[in-house]
């Protein structure tokens, strides 16, 4: 079994595969998966993993071992997470879950391979070194999903009144997020819509954002592209409607005044 087929069907990559052939030793090669987030959200994404893996003839099990690492939101833990399954002798490193886990995996290894996924440009994190000649030992598929805050930011300029104030919330512990502002803050200049940022790492800090929300003005919420915000998604709902609801009572309580 030769270890360039086995990470070529992990990755499906779409950058060329660096990486030279080499003789599996062990008996049975081990997946070190490293991800931000927390399993229940991407329990989907995991299962299509597994699938893709038998599809090629890797059951988990039988000829292949994974070894699953979820930093659970808390991005600082990252480094000590990959620095461990590398201390395990991991044939490949699975990055998963935003920018962060493929930065982590970097820094604990250059020399057993890696597979990531990321939403920044990859040269612009210092993954590799183009995209057509990655180098060093990442590989991977860049998503482009932060190329799609600027799209977004007039999707949400099309719902609310003309001139209206939109607040960003971004995590700061994400490596993506200057990145994001800085592309954000152009093209709102650009726009003439005016545009603030808060940020949110926990829960607790999300909820006291839209506890703020009346005092930034802002008639609409943009989330930027982070995975913590993703497994975080039934809040923001709950929150949103939350926040209609005292709208709605507040405007019916002004109508009665009025009347």
Not at 7 to 19: D, E, Q
Not at 208 to 217: E, K, S, T, W, Y
């Amino acid at each position: 079994m030769r270890r360039r087929d086995f990470i070529k069907r992990v990755g499906c990559s779409a950058i060329t595969w660096p990486f030279a052939a080499r003789e599996q030793q062990a008996a049975m090669p081990v997946i070190g998966y490293l991800h931000s987030g927390s399993p229940s959200p991407y329990a989907h994404l995991v299962a299509a993993f597994r699938q893709g893996l038998s599809e090629t003839g890797y059951l988990q099990g039988q000829n292949v071992r994974i070894e699953y690492r979820w930093a659970e939101g808390r991005y600082d833990e990252l480094p000590a997470l990959a620095a461990g399954l590398v201390s395990l002798g991991v044939t490949v490193l699975v990055a998963q879950g935003g920018d962060p886990p493929p930065l982590a995996a970097q820094s604990a290894t250059t020399t057993i391979p890696i597979v990531f996924t990321c939403s920044t440009d990859p040269v612009k994190l210092g993954l590799v070194r183009s995209l057509n000649r990655p180098g060093g030992n990442l590989t991977g598929v860049w998503l482009y999903t932060s190329l799609l805050g600027t799209k977004r930011l007039e999707l949400i300029r099309q719902l609310i009144p003309a001139g209206t104030p939109i607040v960003v919330l971004v995590n700061p512990d994400n490596p993506n997020a200057q990145i994001d502002m800085m592309d954000l803050q152009d093209a709102a200049r650009i726009s003439g819509q005016p545009i603030s940022f808060v940020r949110a790492t926990t829960e607790a800090e999300i909820n006291a954002v839209f506890a703020a929300l009346g005092d930034h003005r802002g008639s609409g919420l943009l989330v930027n592209t982070d995975p913590f915000f993703l497994a975080q998604r039934d809040q923001f709902v709950s929150l949103a409607e939350r926040n209609a609801s005292r709208r709605s009572t507040r405007n019916a309580s002004s109508s009665r005044q009025v009347a």
